[in-house]
């Protein structure tokens, strides 16, 4: 029993957002296959969070869903409360939801597209790892990383909205990797090039093809598994995981 009680505590605790999406459902399940319990957030489909839930609950882990808008503060913060204590501390965290534009040329951008898009995918990360932060210091070896892209340094082709959110993130993150270093807890980023997430429709998918090297583009595994390094690597500090077959070079 002993034994048992120990293991358990010893279990790392990660926390993703939009963890229904390709690459956040992706590193949920690799996540939980390294022996890691997962906690995640969706905001609409009840199914296939629940799906989720049980894959990582057949590979061992512990899970959580939260049906919870990043960019409302009282929903993310009712669920990192609700995980926190749970789980007993969150080791890990993967700002991970993020949306595309309505509209990818700048005259056809409205206002309200804009503040969407830079809601979800940059104020959603400012919101959620001020929720979380709390359950992670003094936890060996916590880590955040904040799903980026390619926009977010070439600029892209998915809408000036997208390209500055994008490119928020890394400032951010650049940031929290020198703040929150005294409270042990890193701070990385992946940028990703096109991925396939369910996001694209054919005739996008199909142009984002042909600008790879490789002649396709990313499978969710493939962004998965730079984030786990991201988070298990503990020298790895205010780092730029660029993940995108070759199409950018840094």
């Not at 998915?158 to 807890?185: C, D, I, P, R």
């Amino acid at each position: 029993m002993k034994a048992d009680r120990e293991a358990k505590e010893m279990r790392r605790r990660a926390f993703i957002t939009g963890g229904t999406g390709g690459i956040g459902q992706a590193t949920a399940l690799l996540l939980a296959e390294k022996g890691i319990d997962v906690a995640f957030t969706y905001t609409s489909n009840e199914e296939k969070a629940q799906d989720l839930v049980s894959a990582v609950e057949k590979r061992g882990g512990s899970c959580l869903a939260y049906r919870a808008d990043v960019t409302r503060t009282e929903e993310i913060a009712a669920a990192a409360v609700d995980a926190g204590g749970r789980f007993g501390g969150i080791d890990y965290l993967v700002n991970n939801a993020g949306v595309l534009g309505k509209a990818t040329l700048l005259l056809d951008i409205d206002e309200t597209d804009w503040d969407h898009v830079l809601s979800v995918n940059l104020k959603g990360g400012f919101l959620t790892t001020k929720c979380i932060l709390p359950y992670m210091m003094g936890r060996e070896g916590a880590c955040i990383v904040n799903v980026s892209s390619i926009a977010g340094k070439n600029g892209g082709t998915m809408g000036v909205h997208y390209a500055a959110s994008k490119a928020g993130l890394l400032g951010f993150t650049f940031h929290l990797a020198q703040e929150l270093l005294n409270l042990g807890v890193r701070a990385n980023a992946v940028a990703p090039g096109p991925v396939e997430t369910g996001m694209l429709n054919d005739e996008t998918r199909e142009r984002l093809r042909k600008l790879s090297p490789m002649g396709r583009i990313a499978h969710p595994a493939e962004i998965a598994a730079a984030i786990l390094f991201l988070l298990e690597n503990r020298y790895v500090n205010g780092e730029v995981l660029d993940v995108n077959g070759g199409r950018y070079m840094d």
